[in-house]
């Protein structure tokens, strides 16, 4: 009977043996070359792990040959994978988790030897439980914490720290135990059961308001209600542990912020998704990006998420071994759990029916208590995955409680029949609330990795994007005459975006790991950043590959840059912005706004520059209108991928007063504006980008060409309108445009003036339109 | 390249984990069954109770199920209307290859052949079994009914 279950030992050596593997040579596929230091360290947990493993079987095959075959191989399983992810996350705390488990390990292996751990763990129950309670209470005074920070909830001994509450928890199920089962035949009385409810609740009341320890104040409770329910198999129990959880929860509520913060964050966590948010919002971008297939052992980014080796430990292991990682983890702790629940039917007797039972609700309502909390099923409560999870003292108690879970199921193939059972009720509601809380995780799970997942991962606040700005080159950013603007340099790992033109900054924006992304940059990054425009399966494989997009595409404005470059002289030492336009294309040649800034050199103090070097005056700035141009101003649709001025009553953008000149040099129709014209695919070349909106009749052809006669002056080939405004702010405005029967490119313009200037907006005005081709 | 291969690694990798799966779900699913048969092969061996009710009135039962409970609660196998009775008061059942009678912590105790019943005690046939102050005589004739007679 046991070489077949050997045979699960060797295939969980296997599945460890390939996580290793692959978290070594993870680095060659970040850098994407065969030339980089590969990681080994984690080999040693491996090892030590495997040697553990065949340490405890062997013992435990000759001191408990009759035990459940199950329960041993997939608790090996599960600290050994969450010792491989703590590896990778952190590997200090790697090395600590193996001498740990190497502790637990040992610890298990002694106790065995000891045959008569349960009668005595049963005459001793008060003395267990006061220690417990002692030591618990010790960090009341003694308190610390391995981090510095509140809660404080360990004790320090001499640099190894112990916490107490995860060993109250294991003592509380095993007291319980002991005291129901010589209290069950007296289950028609309510009294003995009196004191140890008010005993539990004040404690757990007493961990939630000084110690603010929410996770296990909630466990107590929780399993203390099991317990109950499990040995009286009365529903008042639940009806009345619900009501005592209730108060608690009501005087948390009030007394405590703790609970109040934290079912805030549960409640909407995208209201301050940089703040109070931001872990579990973390941890739904580490879940999703893991999506179905997961990113592959030491591929993904879990250490986004704060405290990823300890109560994140399965978001972390979502993110590397995807959907098809978690489910198969939630199923293997479900055949844990019914070998739990098989075991406790089972059970020779009272006592160890009830332990069997209370330990494993102890590990079920733990694990799914945290597993929720990472999915945001349930409040977030800071205890530890068992078996999993960073941290000396819940390795050390999970192991204990499997070493009783073993033996029970040893003791049980004894010769006397398993005693009466009250009612099968609570064991049925027991499991069946395990699995389905089991069953909800993984649907919750499902719904996060991969029916949300594509839209979590393209959120601003995503880190991974601006990582894989740094591994995966962006496309270039180019005048109409292909002359770069803003390009990618370096190599894998260190791409940096350089802004050839830094007067374009606050135009065609930038791209920033810090800052984000704004102007272009930021509305066509998906055609940057190759996730648009590539093939789709290509984008699909990359990321299955990677878990990043493919090259970046390279794009195409309408701008030109000689033509740039004359207005921006002009403008450099004036507040103002200045669109030129093609009038019959809408293509938008010149666009300006001054002051600029150089965003190779992006820093704080930008924002709060009273000059507003950010903003892009040209479509952003909204100015009052003068009488002769708000008569003619009928604000033209605009829609051109950069952020724009809502259209007001008598307030205009310099492209919006652009558009009227357009209309005017076009026989009275704007046409839609245009700013990028096309991207370079890899497949067929460059593709027009078409414009977003659509042209407008904004004039009748005749009264255009009446309006261009009125203002057209002698001297120059072209009309011009100026406006002047010299009450509280002083503005120019000057709208000019080539006449209707002029031969080459007719072109239009806008230009506005943070000052009483007309003399150099004609300048501008003259220098472009004079030269114009 | 290096992607390609990691990926052939990292579906390895979850298969190994599923073959884990499937082979412990292949192990639970035999055990079932080995479990499931082992209970098949084990016949019963069928049981009689006579005892006298509340009306005076001799009733005998048999029985070919594993576990009979006698006591005051209506839904004992042998309902025993009489306040020297506990509501779960004793309980008989097969297994190792004999009948056993236990007692369920009942108020005025089980005696079998005049002794009283402390741990799970072998029934043979003819024995005297007092629930309270109930009497009842066990029959253990397999002889006398045929292998398909069915349960009552």
Request: net charge negative; charged share 15%; hydrophobic share 45%.
């Amino acid at each position: 009977m046991h070489s077949k279950f050997k045979i699960l030992n060797s295939y969980a050596a296997l599945f460890l043996g390939l996580y290793s593997l692959i978290l070594s040579l993870s680095p060659a596929l970040r850098a994407r070359s065969w030339d980089v230091d590969y990681r080994y360290a984690h080999w040693l947990g491996f090892f030590t792990w495997l040697f553990l493993n065949w340490l405890a079987e062997k013992h435990l095959d000759t001191k408990l040959p009759d035990r459940d075959p199950y329960l041993f191989p997939l608790a090996s399983l599960f600290s050994g994978w969450g010792l491989l992810t703590i590896w990778r996350l952190l590997p200090n705390f790697g090395l600590r988790q193996s001498l740990w488990l190497a502790l637990s390990v040992a610890v298990m292996l002694l106790a065995l030897r000891w045959r008569d751990i349960l009668p005595t763990l049963r005459r001793y129950k008060y003395i267990l439980l006061s220690s417990g309670l002692l030591l618990t209470a010790l960090t009341l005074v003694f308190g610390a914490n391995p981090l510095n920070i509140e809660p404080r909830l360990w004790l320090n001994f001499g640099g190894i720290y112990l916490q107490p509450s995860e060993l109250l928890k294991l003592l509380l199920v095993i007291y319980l135990s002991a005291y129901l089962a010589d209290r069950v035949p007296l289950r028609d009385k309510i009294f003995p059961l009196i004191f140890p409810t008010l005993f539990l609740g004040g404690i757990a009341l007493l961990l939630l308001i000084v110690q603010r320890d929410l996770g296990t104040a909630s466990i107590l409770v929780m399993l203390f209600a099991s317990i109950l329910y499990i040995a009286t198999g009365r529903k008042r129990v639940l009806l009345g542990n619900a009501i005592i959880l209730l108060t608690i929860a009501f005087f948390g509520y009030y007394f405590s912020p703790t609970i109040q913060t934290r079912l805030a964050i549960w409640f909407s966590p995208w209201d301050d998704p940089s703040g109070f948010g931001y872990q579990i919002i973390q941890s739904l971008m580490a879940i999703a990006n893991g999506g179905l297939w997961g990113r592959g052992a030491g591929i993904g980014s879990p250490l986004f998420v704060p405290v990823a080796h300890s109560d994140f430990i399965f978001t972390a292991i979502a993110e590397e071994t995807g959907l098809t990682g978690t489910l198969g983890l939630l199923t293997l702790f479900g055949i844990f759990l019914s070998r739990g629940m098989v075991i406790a039917l089972r059970a020779p007797n009272r006592f160890q029916r009830i332990l069997a039972s209370g330990l494993t609700a102890y590990l079920g309502i733990q694990s799914l208590l945290i597993i929720g909390g990472n999915l945001r099923l349930l409040p977030l409560t800071g205890v530890t995955l068992p078996f999993i999870s960073y941290g000396g003292s819940s390795l050390l108690t999970s192991y204990l409680a499997l070493l009783l879970l073993l033996k029970i199921s040893d003791e049980s193939e004894g010769v006397t029949p398993p005693p009466f059972l009250w009612s099968t009720q609570p064991y049925h509601f027991l499991s069946a609330m395990l699995l389905l809380g089991l069953i909800t995780s993984a649907l919750i799970n499902g719904w996060w990795a991969v029916v949300r997942g594509p839209d979590l991962l393209t959120r601003s606040d995503n880190p991974r994007r601006a990582q894989a700005d740094f591994y995966v080159p962006r496309g270039s950013i180019l005048d109409r005459n292909n002359a770069e603007i803003n390009i990618t340099t370096g190599e894998s790992g260190n791409y940096i975006r350089e802004y050839l033109y830094p007067e374009l900054s606050s135009v065609v924006g930038y791209t920033n790991s810090v800052y984000g992304q704004a102007g272009i940059e930021a509305s066509l990054d998906d055609y940057l950043r190759g996730l648009d425009g590539n093939p789709a399966t290509l984008v699909w494989w990359h990321h299955l590959l990677y878990g990043q997009p493919p090259n970046g595409l390279d794009l195409r404005l309408s701008l030109d840059i000689d033509l740039q470059e004359n207005v921006d002289d002009l403008l450099s030492k004036h507040k103002g912005a200045l669109v030129l336009i093609n009038a019959e294309s809408g293509e938008i040649l010149v666009m300006a706004s001054h002051p600029t800034f150089n965003a190779t050199k992006f820093d704080a103090s930008l924002l709060s520059d009273e000059d507003s070097p950010l903003l892009n005056r040209a479509t952003q700035g909204s100015y009052p209108l003068h009488q002769t141009l708000d008569t003619l101003f009928d604000a033209p649709p605009i829609e051109i991928r950069l952020p724009h001025a809502e259209a007001a009553e008598g307030f205009a953008s310099p492209l919006q007063m652009a558009m009227v000149a357009a209309a005017l040099s076009n026989e009275g129709i704007a046409p839609a504006p245009r700013l990028a014209l096309a991207v370079n695919t890899s497949q067929s070349g460059w593709v027009i980008l078409p414009a977003l909106g659509e042209s407008a009749t904004l004039f009748s052809a005749a009264e255009a060409k009446q309006l261009i006669t009125t203002f057209s002056g002698d001297e120059e080939a072209f009309w011009q309108i100026i406006s002047m405004q010299e009450d509280e702010e002083n503005l120019t405005w000057l709208l000019a445009g080539t006449p209707s029967n002029w031969s080459g490119t007719p072109l239009a313009l806008a230009i506005l003036l943070e000052e009483n200037n007309p003399v150099l907006a004609e300048e501008i005005a003259r220098a472009l339109l004079s030269s114009a081709p | 390249m290096s992607a390609p291969f990691l990926l052939i690694l990292r579906l390895g990798m979850t298969l190994s984990l599923y073959i884990f799966m499937g082979w412990a779900f292949l192990l639970l699913w035999r055990n079932f069954k080995t479990e499931s048969e082992l209970l098949t092969s084990r016949k019963t061996p069928p049981l009689t109770l006579s005892y006298t009710d509340l009306e005076k009135k001799r009733k005998i039962k048999h029985f070919r199920t594993p576990e009979i409970t006698l006591g005051r609660d209506p839904h004992s196998e042998i309902y025993l209307e009489n306040e020297t009775v506990s509501a779960h008061h004793a309980r008989l059942s097969y297994h190792h290859g004999q009948w056993w009678l236990e007692d369920l912590s009942s108020k005025n105790g089980t005696m079998l052949n005049g002794e009283r019943v402390e741990t799970p005690t072998i029934v043979l046939g003819n024995d005297e079994i007092q629930c309270g102050k109930i009497p009842l005589t066990v029959h253990l004739a397999m002889a006398d009914l045929s292998p398909n007679t069915q349960e009552i």
